[in-house]
């Protein structure tokens, strides 16, 4: 059976956190690991990466990249969020207008999809509650009036687009 070159970098890469995080080196403990690893790799390849990802170096090296430059505006707006929260939490008069929306992504694939919407669920004040066949995503926003849904459009249009840069 052979495998796309993606599925063993995949493999390599969880098989390393497996190890990094473990902090056991006995035999059995890595062959559970490679196995569980190797099991991961072959069943997410597909769903997650097989029809649009092609393998290359070049292409490798520059995902990563955008994914390591997408941490850190990622925790900032964790942080932005989550002050925004807690002034909300402790002002006198809680003025929050709890509500959805639909967000409409550009992203392409599937796994860019969920992503986002992983993102968005992270970030405070905000909860992905569904997503449609058609990857429409329904958010949930503590504040929804006052511009609130065209701020938090914008903030999700931001991530999307740093997704979409390591991700598509």
């Given at each position: 059976?052979?495998?796309p070159p993606g599925v063993f970098l995949l493999f390599l890469v969880l098989f390393a956190s497996w190890t990094a995080m473990g902090g056991s080196f006995s035999p059995l403990f890595l062959l559970a690991g490679?196995?569980?690893c190797l099991f991961i790799s072959i069943v997410t390849w597909k769903p997650f990466f097989g029809r649009r990802m092609f393998f290359s170096p070049?292409?490798?090296f520059r995902r990563a990249l955008f994914f390591l430059l997408?941490?850190?505006s990622f925790l900032l707006a964790m942080v932005k969020a989550s002050l925004e929260v807690a002034f909300?939490?402790?002002s006198p008069d809680l003025d929050i207008s709890p509500g959805t929306f639909v967000y409409r992504p550009s992203l392409r694939s599937k796994g860019s999809i969920v992503a986002l919407a992983n993102a968005v669920t992270l970030t405070p004040g905000t909860l992905t509650v569904d997503m449609s066949p058609f990857g429409e995503l329904t958010v949930h926003a503590l504040v929804t009036r006052n511009g609130g849904i065209e701020k938090l459009k914008e903030d999700i249009g931001k991530l999307e687009k740093g997704i979409?840069?390591?991700a598509e």
């Open positions: 059976m052979r495998f490679a196995l569980l070049a292409g490798l997408f941490i850190p909300q939490a402790f979409g840069r390591f």
